[in-house]
């Protein structure tokens, strides 16, 4: 059984740092695409950064240079790294792995950053 479990969330000041995690159970997280989403109250979910089975990272381009995706292919661990918060940034963020016929979710990991 896969099972994807984030933690790392929080209640932070604006311009501070969070490190998510997302460790990864039932599956190897080498061989496939990992993303990182968040959904804010009322809003849809959002895309905000990608690993490749290759290692290559891609964001989104509000959140480049801010955040940083990682995986620890050893310890079955993807990471986002959040630097340099902003109130909008208040979201439950969600670990993701998937392929042309798979696709998990993690539960969710709240951050919330006060002004």
């Known amino acids: 059984q896969v099972q994807l479990v984030e933690s790392g969330g929080g209640l932070v000041q604006a311009g501070g740092s969070l490190s998510l995690t997302c460790a990864a159970s039932g599956i190897n997280i080498s061989d496939y695409a990992l993303g990182w989403y968040r959904q804010a109250p009322g809003n849809q979910r959002e895309w905000l950064a990608s690993?490749?089975?290759?290692?290559?990272?891609t964001y989104i381009s509000r959140v480049k240079g801010r955040f940083t995706i990682s995986r620890d292919t050893a310890k079955n661990t993807i990471y986002l790294l959040l630097n340099g918060l902003k109130p909008d940034d208040t979201a439950d963020y969600y670990c993701?792995?998937?392929?042309?016929?798979?696709?998990?979710w993690g539960q969710g990991t709240q951050v919330t950053v006060n002004s």
């Open positions: 993701r792995i998937y392929a042309s016929r798979i696709d998990y």
């Open positions: 690993i490749d089975s290759s290692g290559r990272p």
